[in-house]
T-cell receptor, first 115, second 117 residues
């Protein structure tokens, strides 16, 4: 079992659908993140949760809505997406130590296709 | 301006040869951290190695080493004795300051490494 689990692995949805991505970490970490990975572009940080509180929102459109009910679970709720939102969505977790050295542990991602 | 530049979109290397993946960075912070991640076709990003800006020694982790040249702002990854399983995307990343977490963690566009038998 990997430390960070994401479901589903693949998702195809229409522009009018509502779906959710799920992430669960089994590492006892206190911070979780959503990243977007598009083809030929660097990873883009979307959301950061530190001790269940959102601390960063990098100007992500409101059609993406994160939820962090506890330090082990993270969701990304999707509604009325656009085709350009098709990408690999990666979840990560880390243990905040404040020294800048903390490593991010990633899940395998959800490959999202918006039709 | 890009903060992390990886100039090699793709590389082909013979098995058992050493590989150097280039990474240059741009920051005005005195304290920062540099990371390398590997992403196989399965999609998961795997942490490989870390170098702190104040570390005097180059970081090493098994077959991975980081050639850190602070004055040139470069942090190249060296893989010794490459193996077929090393075929993957490789990403260089930087965290600026000492805030910790993903705040300020910037990734490059990656290098697609293919090891040939």
């Amino acid at each position: 079992e990997t430390g960070v689990t994401q479901t589903p692995r693949h998702l195809v949805m229409g522009m009018t659908n509502k779906k959710s991505l799920k992430c669960e970490q089994h590492l006892g970490h206190n911070a979780m993140y959503w990243y977007k990975q598009s083809a030929k572009k660097p990873l883009e940080l979307m959301f950061v949760y530190n001790f269940k509180e959102q601390t960063e929102n990098n100007s992500v459109p409101s059609r993406f809505s994160p939820e962090c009910p506890n330090s082990s679970h993270l969701f990304l709720h999707l509604h009325t997406l656009q085709p350009e939102d098709s990408a690999l969505y990666l979840c990560a977790s880390s243990q905040r130590m404040g020294d800048g050295n903390e490593k991010l542990f990633f899940g395998s991602g959800t490959q999202l296709s918006v039709l | 301006a890009q903060k992390i530049t990886q100039t090699q979109p793709g590389m082909f290397v013979q098995e058992k040869e050493a590989v150097t993946l280039d990474c240059t960075y741009d920051t005005s912070d005195q304290s920062y951290g540099l990371f390398w991640y590997k992403q196989p076709s399965s999609g998961e990003m795997i942490f490989l190695i870390y170098q702190g800006s104040y570390d005097e020694q180059n970081a090493t982790e098994g077959r991975y080493s980081l050639n850190f040249q602070k004055a040139r702002k470069s942090a190249n990854l060296v893989i010794s004795a490459s193996q077929l399983g090393d075929s993957a995307m490789y990403f260089c990343a930087m965290r600026e300051g000492l805030r910790g977490g993903a705040d300020g963690l910037t990734f490059g566009k990656g290098t697609h490494l293919i090891i040939q038998p």
